[in-house]
């Protein structure tokens, strides 16, 4: 098993672009979450699927941002019109249902310039 | 408030040092995860428990459920030990998401 993984690892767009985000889990993982993490800070829950349904979303995740995991394997995050508030790392990361330890991917770097 | 509290913020130590990491929280949880992250951004989860202590190699990983607090211990601490070392908890109340510290940055000199 190669891991959890992101794609892409870096990315570097203007303000007001739209960007996707695609984050590929450990196959047999049933969950699989999303979390944001600012320079300095840890990381923030953003969203959670099990299997293709979405569970869970953070109050974070404004109407700028949608998550999919249309067939229950990967998933992506989209943002849409970026700010400058959006650049962060982005972190996908997936677990069975028990015992829920998380397994994270390296990220994908967003600079919103 | 954070709901989940860290000490040090950062810690400065040298090779073969034994090291203390603090994580307090404030609600009720389920599980305690403890977290490396290695300049670069990628996160290793290092334990996952719920009461008592668990060792892993040099790593060595304690909870106090009635106290709601937690200790990660590094002994003889080496530099490739140097990496952000995060608490995270799994609330009773939030599913399987986790809640962050902010992190504790660890460098170990030679």
């Known amino acids: 098993d190669t891991g959890v993984s992101q794609d892409p690892r870096h990315k570097i767009t203007k303000r007001g672009q739209n960007v996707t985000f695609r984050c590929d889990p450990i196959?047999?993982?049933?969950?699989l979450y999303w979390y944001r993490q600012t320079l300095g800070q840890g990381p923030e829950f953003l969203t959670y699927?099990?299997?293709?349904?979405?569970?869970?979303k953070s109050r974070l995740l404004s109407d700028r941002f949608s998550a999919e995991r249309p067939k229950g394997s990967f998933s992506t995050l989209e943002i849409q019109r970026t700010e400058q508030g959006d650049s962060a790392m982005y972190l996908c990361a997936s677990s069975l249902a028990t015992p829920y330890e998380q397994y994270f991917g390296p990220g994908t770097r967003l600079t919103v310039t | 408030k954070n709901e989940v509290e860290q000490s040090p913020q950062n810690l400065t130590a040298q090779e073969g040092e034994f090291i203390t990491i603090n994580c307090s929280y404030s609600?009720?949880?389920?599980?305690l995860h403890w977290l490396q992250q290695h300049p670069g951004g990628g996160i290793v989860s290092l334990f996952m428990?719920?009461?008592g202590k668990k060792k892993h190699g040099r790593l060595i990983a304690t909870i106090n459920i009635q106290e709601k607090h937690s200790s990660l211990h590094i002994t003889a601490s080496h530099p490739r030990d140097s990496a952000v070392y995060i608490c995270a908890v799994r609330l009773r109340t939030s599913g399987s998401r986790l809640t962050f510290g902010e992190g504790t940055q660890l460098t170990v000199n030679p």
């Open positions: 196959s047999e993982h049933n969950r």
């Open positions: 609600v009720g949880i389920s599980a």
């Open positions: 428990l719920s009461s």
């Open positions: 699927f099990q299997n293709e349904a979405q569970l869970e």
